[in-house]
């Protein structure tokens, strides 16, 4: 075993500077998290202790076990967008009854818990989280429905929602509805294609439409509780398989049904775990402000895997690419973490060597991201490089173990496609908040942009306008590392959440453990298909 050495300098000025600027980027994140917390605010969050309600975090504590940890997703959706941060929703997974459930809980103090497009797509992620880890769904509903001035953007894509409940109960993973208020119109179908459901006395209400809404279609008059009432849906229509009390009552009955699961986990249990010979603190002090200067990926590895131990493979070929065995929490993965930046043809054959081997031994990868992509340049094209980064790209998109991605620093081009961004649909994808992700940096995008115009005025033969030209390289400048910034990026869902370097560890010990719900399968090596290729 191989136990890694730090040489991080804890006592040096640039370590004291790389933390000062972490630390300032970490108090920049916890005030964004704090409004996805304070929900609608202090108005309505009044106003709904005072109709005696919980408010949806409050639920989501009583619905866990005591103690147990939650792990909020997506908790910046909606970020820098017309609607709150957080979208009105919390997502997570946390455990009930000690069964890994994925929670989705309506934040009613937000425009009485309408969804909006952010909303949906959250919701939308966590589904695709539960039915690729089979984690039973518990919804803790109250919501407006679709929020009305938005319908157009949600109204036709977000009636996946009700088809993914029911695709999940296809594929066995179940679902939970508690109805704490409002469920009415498209909403009626949460608890409609749920498993079990939970309604509350005289809190929940259940129709495809209210009393207004009846009055104008049928004429009919009614009322409330006569149209979708908890007592009514338990003894007459028979949608309410519980009736509760109260909120704890219903959250009571939610934790005795997944208590019945009698769930079994179906991936191999971890073996005993170490903590990291180094302290996570200094995590904080590891990745250069600006990213302008390169980091050594094996100073995270030897303050987030068990016990520092990390046995690396090719260690003397492409060495800006580190690959390495090691485990987190008792599980085993391959880790792939870019080390000086650049991705050239080396460092792509070995990832795609390296990809193949994990898939033999049906070992999770977790892909450390820093880089600003794959080497351009008259040698290196004539060296293969476009070869090379396809066959890196060709190995992460038929991979079959489950994939973790965290940018801890860059993530530009191609390179953040090769080592596993989000559309190569990891697992799970977290960004610290050093990390930057776009199609290149943005001084390098702004100069393109002034070369192609330059060429193009020339063949034109028009004149070049160099005052107009340098105002527009700082602003798209500005433009492009705004948009790179992981805030920015978390908001429209590119990433899980943002999290502090110092969690790393827990983080991925979490998305590990819910992992393994479902067996742990690499790409078949069973003798039908070619072999590992060496590269
Ligand atoms: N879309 C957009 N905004 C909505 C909304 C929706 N579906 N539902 C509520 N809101 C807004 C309200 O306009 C109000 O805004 P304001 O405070 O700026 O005036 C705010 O959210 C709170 O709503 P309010 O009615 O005061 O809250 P409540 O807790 O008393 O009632 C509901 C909540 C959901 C019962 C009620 O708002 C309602 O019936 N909404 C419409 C439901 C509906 O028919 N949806 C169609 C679904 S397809």
Not at 129 to 154: H, M
Not at 338 to 347: D, K, M, T, V, Y
Not at 402 to 424: Q, T
Request: negative net charge; charged residues 25%; aromatic residues 8%.
């Amino acid at each position: 075993m191989s136990t890694l050495k730090s040489t991080l300098d804890t006592t040096g000025p640039e370590y004291a500077a790389y933390r000062e600027a972490m630390l300032a980027k970490l108090d920049e994140l916890e005030a964004e998290h704090a409004k996805a917390v304070a929900g609608g605010g202090e108005k309505y969050t009044a106003r709904h202790r005072e109709r005696g309600k919980l408010l949806v975090r409050e639920r989501i504590e009583l619905l866990l076990d005591e103690d147990a940890p939650f792990l909020e997703l997506s908790p910046l959706a909606g970020w820098g967008s017309d609607f709150r941060v957080g979208a009105s929703v919390v997502t997570g997974i946390g455990v009930v009854s000690g069964v890994e459930c994925m929670i989705i809980g309506n934040d009613p103090t937000v425009r009485g818990g309408a969804s909006n497009p952010w909303t949906t797509r959250k919701i939308f992620r966590a589904a695709d989280i539960a039915l690729e880890n089979r984690l039973p769904v518990i919804n803790l509903v109250e919501s407006g429905g679709a929020d009305l001035p938005t319908q157009k953007e949600i109204f036709i894509p977000g009636g996946r929602l009700f088809r993914d409940l029911t695709r999940l109960s296809a594929a066995g993973i179940p679902t939970v509805a508690l109805v704490f208020g409002n469920s009415t119109a498209g909403g009626a179908y949460v608890p409609g294609m749920s498993d079990y459901v939970v309604m509350i006395e005289e809190r929940s209400k259940v129709f495809l439409g209210g009393p207004p809404l009846v009055k104008m279609a049928t004429g009919e008059e009614s009322d409330d509780e006569a149209l979708g009432g908890a007592a009514m849906h338990a003894r007459v229509s028979g949608l309410a398989d519980y009736l509760a009390r109260d909120e704890p009552d219903a959250l009571r009955l939610g934790r005795r049904i997944v208590a019945r699961l009698n769930w079994r986990k179906h991936g191999p249990a971890p073996a005993p775990a170490t903590e990291p010979r180094y302290d996570p603190e200094e995590l904080l002090g590891v990745v250069p402000e600006g990213l302008k200067v390169p980091f050594d990926p094996r100073e995270v590895l030897a303050r987030v895997v068990d016990g520092s131990e990390f046995d690396e493979f090719k260690p003397e070929y492409g060495n800006s690419l580190v690959t390495g065995w090691a485990r987190v929490h008792g599980y085993p993965v391959g880790v792939l973490a870019n080390a000086r930046g650049i991705l050239f043809s080396e460092e792509s054959q070995k990832a795609a060597q390296f990809i193949q081997l994990a898939n033999q031994t049906d070992t999770p990868l977790l892909f450390l991201h820093n880089t600003t992509g794959y080497m351009v340049g008259r040698d290196y094209e004539q060296g293969g490089i476009i070869k090379h980064g396809a066959m890196m790209i060709n190995a992460v998109s038929n991979s079959k173990v489950p994939h973790l991605s965290v940018l801890i620093g860059a993530s530009y081009g191609a390179g953040h496609y090769g080592m596993c961004g989000r559309a190569y649909d990891p697992r799970f994808l977290f960004a610290w908040p050093s990390a930057k992700s776009a199609v290149m940096g943005p001084q390098q995008l702004a100069g393109v942009l002034s070369i192609v115009a330059r060429a193009a005025a020339e063949s034109r033969g028009q004149p070049f306008d160099e005052a107009a030209d340098t105002a527009m390289r700082e602003a798209v400048e500005a433009q492009v590392e705004a948009e790179s910034l992981p805030m920015f990026l978390s908001g429209r869902l590119y990433d899980d959440g943002v999290i502090d370097p110092r969690d790393t560890r827990t983080v991925l010990g979490l998305c590990l453990s819910a992992i393994h719900n479902n067996p742990v399968r690499g790409a078949q090596f069973d003798g039908t298909g070619f072999g590992v290729f060496r590269m």
